[in-house]
């Protein structure tokens, strides 16, 4: 069974960047899609950006679309989150998770999900 840690987060100002890890364990990530989700205080769980398991396909929100870039290291069973120019409302829980389905979904269904990394923006 894959297992996910995910890393990288912490404090920023707004306008800063941060790099979040996602690494598995368990299994290779070769054949899944790989998705990251946020949850802030008090809202539901909202999808953030995710790549094909092929790796040519990525989907953004548009919250983030711009400013966030979705990347796999298949070498390293690693897939990361690039973050520039945060604002404060991308302050959240950040999850990523993997999924066996053949279509690259944004909905919160994916197989396997790690514990989540706290992401605050704040001056």
């Known amino acids: 069974q894959v297992q996910l840690v995910e890393s990288g987060g912490g404090l920023v100002q707004p306008g800063g960047s941060l790099r979040l890890s996602c690494a598995a364990t368990g299994g290779t990530l070769m054949r899944y899609n790989m998705g990251w989700f946020r949850q802030a205080p008090g809202k539901e769980r909202e999808f953030v950006s995710a790549?094909?398991?092929?790796?040519?396909?990525?989907v953004y929100a548009d919250s983030v679309k711009g400013r966030f870039t979705i990347s796999r290291d298949t070498a390293k069973n690693t897939v990361y989150l690039q973050m520039n120019s945060l604002k404060p409302e991308d302050t959240a829980v950040y999850y990523c998770?993997?999924?066996?389905?053949?279509?690259?979904?944004?909905?919160?269904?994916?197989?396997?999900w790690g514990q989540g990394t706290q992401v605050t923006v704040s001056s």
């Open positions: 790549i094909h398991w092929f790796g040519r396909n990525i």
């Open positions: 998770a993997a999924d066996q389905s053949l279509v690259l979904t944004k909905d919160p269904t994916y197989d396997y």
